[in-house]
């Protein structure tokens, strides 16, 4: 099973995924809010969407997992 | 003198108004968020008071309430926040206390653009050709012929560069002025749109002025501001190559009447455009101490942040206008948290380690230190570094030096950028505009990233 990683520290905004979703590599997952930036994080794996660990509002750490994917 | 001001803000520009106070006999407050307890404006205040909102420095209440139980008698809100907010000017007003800065009628005269292009064209002003707020995409095309092509679309609400098109012709503008209409309504909740001139390769030029409760208004030269990234300024300096001391005095004058014309007390700065042929013309005025106010200081040798605070006591100016005296050259680099080799994203974390430059004549203002974690909820300054030098040549030798000596790892940062842009020959031959530094980046001929694995 895959998983997405967030590649940084901050808020979520959006998420921009649907669980039985399919993602590519590129994909554009969620949008994290940090130093009053918004930044769109994609996906660096492929797969269906099978849970979606993040809603709006959370606080999530580098490296902290997104998404997983079967 | 005041007995106690209360700092409505966070970061350097907090540790910068905390230093003031303690200069003039003054007591400190800071009101701050948990997560900023180690911060070091916090660690200096006299006082603190913690709340569990990360959102406390925009809590116009929660500040006031501060303000009143700790006995604080005036409120510095710094830049940014609530700095520009005529309701909070407002709301210490109604409380009986005094803002360091000016009055909330003022604030509102020239935080609404196309009002304030209109007060600042009554009192002789010279401000971009351009509109008043159009009615529809009709209106947008007869005033578009009438100052010509290319032109600016711009957000009567604006700010921060949203809102913005450039409009080459007719056609573009068909499809520009709905989708800028569009942006300006999500992000200002205000739909209104206005046109301005487009200028071929201006400056940024700035002037700062003071005024006092008793009517006396002076300025204090002008910062040159055109080295940006998306209307972020970068690098900042003063005097400019730009400006000639007839330039100065003529433009300064027109600064004096902008701020007269809106009965402005404080410190403000009057941003204008300069164009390729000497013109100069009114962007806005800025009704806060700015980012950049360091380089100003190390050329005249006035501490303006003292001046705002005795001003705001209702002090007569500590200066007149025949007593400003421009000397030597400053430069000033903004130093931020941020991965440059991918899209200048923020780069929150921890400081592993930090060690500041010294010697002569170099400043540092920050709020960060080695261990110092730089939390995702704020902006991404960490700090400014500012040098004195007898003219530019030594300033900017002096800065190469100082970025050399300065280290900071365990978060990326612009330092490789800045480093490259003063090394850079247009740069160096003052040859620059306000897109200077995308032109560079895109071409290729500054990068982004880091340099032998350091910042």
Not at chain 1, 53 to 58: E, F
Not at chain 2, 389 to 417: C, F, M, P
């Amino acid at each position: 099973m895959a998983e997405i990683k967030c590649e940084m520290t901050g808020v979520i905004d959006q998420v921009l995924i649907t669980v039985g979703a399919t993602v590519e590599v590129g994909t554009e997952i969620v949008v994290i809010e940090s130093m009053k930036s918004l930044i769109t994080i994609k996906s660096l794996e492929a797969g269906e969407v099978e849970e979606i660990k993040v809603s709006q509002g959370d606080f999530i750490e580098e490296g902290e997992t997104l998404a997983l994917l079967k | 003198m005041f007995e106690k001001v209360l700092i409505a803000n966070r970061g350097e520009i907090a540790v910068r108004v905390i230093r003031a106070c303690r200069e003039l006999g003054i007591k400190t407050v800071v009101i701050h968020p948990e997560i900023d307890q180690d911060s070091l404006h916090v660690t200096l205040a006299d006082e603190k008071v913690c709340s569990n909102d990360r959102r406390v420095y925009l809590d116009i209440n929660a500040i006031i309430e501060a303000a009143i139980t700790t006995g604080a008698q005036a409120i510095h809100p710094g830049y940014g926040f609530l700095a520009e907010n005529p309701n909070f000017a407002l709301a210490c007003e109604n409380a009986g206390l005094t803002l360091i800065g000016p009055s909330s009628h003022s604030m509102r005269f020239m935080g609404e653009k196309t009002l304030a292009r209109k007060i600042m064209l009554e009192a002789g002003v010279p401000v971009t050709p351009g509109s008043e707020v159009l009615a529809d995409l009709e209106e947008a095309k007869i005033q578009s012929e009438k100052v010509g092509y290319p032109i600016m679309l711009k957000a009567s609400a604006g700010g921060g560069g949203r809102g913005i098109r450039v409009v080459q012709t007719p056609e573009d503008l068909d499809k520009l002025f709905p989708e800028a209409q569009k942006e300006a309504q999500l992000a200002f909740n205000c739909p209104d749109m206005y046109i301005e001139k487009y200028l071929d390769r201006p400056r940024h030029i700035e002037i700062q002025v003071l005024a006092d409760k008793l009517g006396n208004v002076i300025y204090l030269g002008e910062r040159e501001c055109s080295i940006q990234r998306r209307r972020q300024k970068l690098i900042e300096e003063a005097p400019s190559l730009a400006v000639t001391n007839y330039l100065r005095s003529q433009m300064g004058e027109i600064a004096v009447k902008a701020a007269k014309a809106v009965d402005y007390v404080g410190a403000g700065t009057v941003e204008f455009l300069l164009d390729q042929q000497g013109n100069f013309y009114f962007m806005e005025m800025n009704t806060r101490i700015q980012v950049e106010h360091p380089v100003t200081e190390m050329v005249t040798g006035i501490d303006l942040v003292k001046e705002q605070i005795l001003i705001a006591f209702g002090e007569k100016l500590s200066v007149n206008q025949s007593e400003i005296e421009i000397k030597g050259w400053s430069i000033e680099c903004r130093l931020i948290a941020e991965d440059t080799s991918r899209d200048f994203r923020p780069s929150p974390g921890t400081i592993t380690l930090f060690n500041p430059p010294m010697g002569p004549w170099t400043r540092l203002d920050t709020h960060v230190y080695s261990g110092f974690k730089i939390s995702p909820f704020y902006d991404s300054l960490i700090g400014k570094l500012i040098v004195w030098g007898r003219d530019r040549k030594e300033a900017l030798a002096r800065l190469e030096r100082s970025l050399l000596e300065l280290q900071v790892e365990g978060v990326k940062t612009n330092i490789y950028l800045c480093k490259q842009i003063l090394s850079n020959a247009q740069f160096i031959e003052g040859d620059i505009h306000i897109n200077l530094l995308e032109d560079l980046l895109s071409q290729k001929i500054i990068i982004g990233g880091i340099e032998d694995g350091r910042n």
